[in-house]
């Protein structure tokens, strides 16, 4: 086989090593990994990669990394910058790659911090703490921001509070890093916002809801500077054979838009389903389980035919080939070792 352009990034937890991302060469031919090396980084709880592909950002216990990555897939440390408050637990850029967004799930605050043209990361341009008071008082008792993304118009910053059953809007001064509220997005009460992801074409988000095991389908747009969410779905991520203490956890959409695809905790299991592109309604067409406990990601390549899923409580990589012929995920091989895992991208060079 001639030399892959692929390679894998995961992240985890450095609670036995040092070693937070792990670099691995991916076989497309057989879905297979082969590890190659690794970043000396702490508690990389989620990475993400620039949208002009050049860096890639990590979450660690001192703030954020940031890594300019070569033409090997290596990485190369650029810098780190302290955020000013607790861990992250998601990070992502806006689609100019101008400005960098931390999730903060135990200190209930986004950060924004200036990204400069060689990747490296700058100041903090604002700060927002999340107020108020949830439902469920053992677990929804305050804020606990999950996930940050902008919408693909670049327009506005998604914010899911997983502990206030809502979606804060925030609209992004380009000029200064600053956000301004815009709108407020409501849950059902004791669902659980976790992750939000945008169609490509912008016109649909889709939101998995942690306790409530289900995604939410809203139609976006832009009306008049102002954004606009009308929820027109609800899909739950599990079956009638589900376990009894389950919750849905992530959720990628494939690189063609054709399928979403959803995992869940306890249940353990990986979900797909089919999107209509016109009108960016599901139909779910398989829950089968993963062979891990705790799916927290997983990657899925662009044709659709293999699955990565990084399981965090078994400290293993399983891999799967997938036919949507048959609506089959079948395991590919053994488990590969892989303490701690948080997070998993499939990267194309």
Partial sequence: MAKSNYVVYG????????????????????????????????NASYITI???????????????????????????KI????????RGCYISTDYEDKFVFVAGY?????????????????EITDEIFHKGTGSIA?????????CVKM???????????VGMDHIKVYRLNHTTGKLELADIVRSDLETAPHHIKFSKDGRFAYVINELKSSIDVFMYEDKDNQPSFERIQSVLTIDQHAAETTCAYAIQLSPDGKYLFCSNAGDDSVGAMRVDQETGLLTPLFVLPISGRFPKDFATTEDNKF????????NTITFFTMDFEHNTLAMNGPSMDFYGGNCIIIHKL
Avoid: W
């Avoid at 986004?110 to 060689?118: K, P």
């Avoid at 919408?151 to 506005?156: A, E, I, M, P």
């Fill in 11 to 42: 992240a985890g937890y450095t609670r036995k090593q040092k070693d937070g991302i792990r670099i691995f060469d991916f076989n497309p031919d057989n879905g297979h990994i082969t590890y190659r090396n690794s970043v000396e980084i702490t």
């Fill in 50 to 76: 620039s949208h002009n592909n050049k860096f890639l950002y990590s979450i660690t216990d001192d703030g954020v990394a940031s890594f300019k990555i070569l033409e090997d897939g290596n990485l190369e």
């Fill in 106 to 122: 135990h200190d209930g605050k986004i950060t924004v911090l200036s990204l400069n043209e060689d990747g490296s990361v700058g």
């Fill in 307 to 314: 699955l990565l899923s990084m399981n965090n409580e078994s």
């Fill in 138 to 146: 053992d677990r929804n008792f305050r804020p606990h921001v999950d």
């Fill in 79 to 86: 810098n780190l910058v302290d955020i000013n408050g607790m």
């Fill in 151 to 161: 919408t693909r118009d670049n327009k506005y910053l998604c914010a899911t509070d």
